[in-house]
């Protein structure tokens, strides 16, 4: 089966390395600058092609990996090729975002060709290190039955996790991805302002919470979000709280309503599970409190 890619990126250059280095036929990329284009030819040992006919002609399946506007554009300029030169489209088309379903290559499933989006729940970088994470990244499938049956093929043959999931849930399902990875940074950097006001250096404060987030990865891994929760909350010390907000507000005011947030959303997910009803009354009535300066 033969992989073209439509998008030389990131992402587009580091699925082509993972199917290559799973000993699939990578026929090539066609992208917005013939530049691209060779430098994702010249990394993945496949061709660059000036035209989306030419990439067509030499593909069995074809992914989409370009920016999420950009992919009407191009269910447009594919749609009106097929009808042009192909009577009997048998390419099968994938896109790979994923905030989007299949449904956005409506002028291509027109034209009678199998559709549907490959989403890898991962964060592209450099495409080398970017294809080496791909060995364990999870894949979300939907789309047309040709289209799931041609990329679950695939990735059977690359050694990929994968799982279905309905077109009209994909909003969700991305937010979910970007409440786990955008906003995880966000959460980060809202800690490292902590850090800084105590005075600890920038370039060093990374390095020394590094080991403390693995070590909360690894328990989330063994035990499961609940049972690796640590900290006040979790043992009900509404003084250690109180101490925090009265810190927070003298200190660093802007990030008290955050805090708060954050508590708030621990002891609703602790509820009943580690928390008892008379421990967690405790714990909001201090988080209501108005003042903490």
């Given at each position: ?13 580091a ?6 280095s799973?000993?699939?036929?990578i026929?090539?990329?066609y992208?917005r600058?013939?530049?691209?284009s060779?430098?994702a030819a010249?990394?993945t ?18 992914f989409i ?10 269910d ?7 009808h ?25 499933k ?15 970088g450099?495409p ?48 979910g991805?970007?409440?786990v990875s955008?906003?995880?940074?966000t959460?980060?950097?809202s ?22 987030i ?45 805090y708060?947030?954050?508590?708030l ?12 009803q ?6 909001l009535r201090?988080l ?6």
């Amino acid at each position: 089966m033969r992989i073209g890619f439509i998008g030389a990126g990131k992402v587009g250059r580091a699925l082509g390395l993972y199917f290559k280095s799973h000993e699939l036929d990578i026929s090539g990329y066609y992208s917005r600058t013939l530049e691209s284009s060779k430098e994702a030819a010249i990394l993945t040992g496949s061709r660059e092609h000036m035209t989306l006919k030419a990439l067509a002609e030499s593909s069995d399946v074809i992914f989409i990996a370009v920016p999420d506007q950009a992919i009407k554009e191009i269910d447009c300029e594919a749609a009106a090729m097929i009808h042009e030169y192909f009577i009997d489209c048998k390419i099968t088309w994938i896109h790979v975002s994923g905030a989007h379903s299949s449904d956005c290559l409506a002028e291509i499933k027109t034209a009678c060709c199998a559709v549907g989006s490959m989403h890898p729940l991962q964060s592209f970088g450099e495409p080398v290190s970017s294809a080496a994470r791909l060995s364990r990244t999870w894949f979300t499938l939907e789309g047309t039955e040709r289209a799931v049956q041609t990329v679950k093929t695939l990735l059977n043959k690359a050694d990929g996790n994968y799982s279905l999931i309905k077109a009209e849930n994909k909003p969700l399902y991305h937010a979910g991805a970007c409440v786990v990875s955008n906003f995880l940074v966000t959460l980060l950097e809202s800690g490292i302002q902590y850090f800084e006001a105590v005075g600890m250096e920038r370039e060093h404060i990374f390095k020394a919470i590094e080991p403390l987030i693995e070590a909360t990865l690894y328990n989330i891994s063994k035990k499961g979000t609940i049972d690796a929760l640590t900290g006040p909350i979790v043992r009900g010390d509404i003084n250690t709280i109180g101490i925090h907000l009265q810190a927070l507000g003298e200190r660093l005011p802007s990030e008290l309503d955050f805090y708060k947030t954050m508590a708030l959303k621990t002891v609703l997910i602790l509820e009943d599970k580690r928390l008892t009803q008379e421990q967690v009354k405790k714990i909001l009535r201090i988080l209501e409190e108005k003042n903490h300066v």
